[in-house]
């Protein structure tokens, strides 16, 4: 007999009470564990007593901003998920989002529809992936090897910390290493279809970042232009 997976638990993060009681209500309708927190200072409290699949927090917030959260847990090591609400005339927000850690924005106002669905694309690309009938060995880039089937991206250093974002983005670039992606196939398999060029520019930045010996220079994700992006791995 099957053992029933636990719903996942989510941290709403908004200094609206109207919105965060609304999302608190309609995200537990959808099956999801819900807490909520009215600002940073409350989202740590309860990021310190509590396990979280995922959190969804606003950039607009009084005191500590979403995006200085952000930056602070993943500096300190935090991997969950982190889906921002962002103003919808604010693109900066959203890069800087992006820039800073997050793994996926949605402009106010929105259909809570949409943020159900957005939150399990999120939950589903940082779950580990189910055994396939092919499996594909790892990649090296360099120093680094990349496991596209778990997501992992190992060095002498260990296993370093890819956001949803950056593991979808090396695992869709791996799965056709040689082959150019155009930034429309990737924004697909980031499960962000409306992206722009400027926010997907970002995400090859970050990941840059991590496996590149020189990310000013790189050897391993390279752009082509007006067409897009290859992955060539290598030693």
């Known amino acids: 007999m099957e053992t029933a997976m636990p719903p996942a638990h989510l941290l709403v993060v908004d200094d609206d009470a109207r919105l965060r009681n609304l999302l608190q209500r309609f995200l537990s309708e959808q099956g999801f564990r819900v807490s ?20 969804v927090l606003d950039v607009m917030m009084p005191g500590e901003s979403g995006l200085d959260l952000t930056e602070s847990l993943r500096r300190d090591g935090h991997e969950v998920p982190i889906l921002m609400l962002t103003a919808a005339g604010a693109p900066d927000d ?36 189910a055994p396939s009938g092919l499996p594909m060995a790892p990649v090296q880039l360099g120093p680094h090897w990349f496991d596209p089937e778990r997501g992992e991206l190992r060095g002498q250093d260990g296993t370093q910390r890819l956001t949803g974002g950056e593991a979808a ?41 991590k496996i590149e010996p020189d990310p000013r220079e790189p050897r391993f994700l390279q752009t082509i232009r007006h067409r897009g992006y290859v992955l060539r791995p290598g030693a």
């Open 94 to 129: 959203r890069i800087a989002g992006f820039e800073r850690g997050a793994d996926d924005y949605l402009a106010k106002p929105f259909d809570p529809r949409e943020l159900a669905l957005r939150i399990r694309t999120i939950l589903k690309r940082a779950a580990p992936a």
């Open 36 to 55: 909520a927190a009215a600002d940073a200072t409350a989202a740590r409290q309860a990021l310190a007593s509590m396990s979280f699949d995922l959190l």
């Open 169 to 209: 983005l090396l695992s869709a670039l791996a799965r056709r290493a040689g082959d150019v992606l155009t930034r429309e196939e990737i924004a697909a398999a980031l499960g962000t279809p409306e992206a722009g060029e400027r926010a997907i520019d970002v995400q090859v930045t970050r990941l840059r970042r």
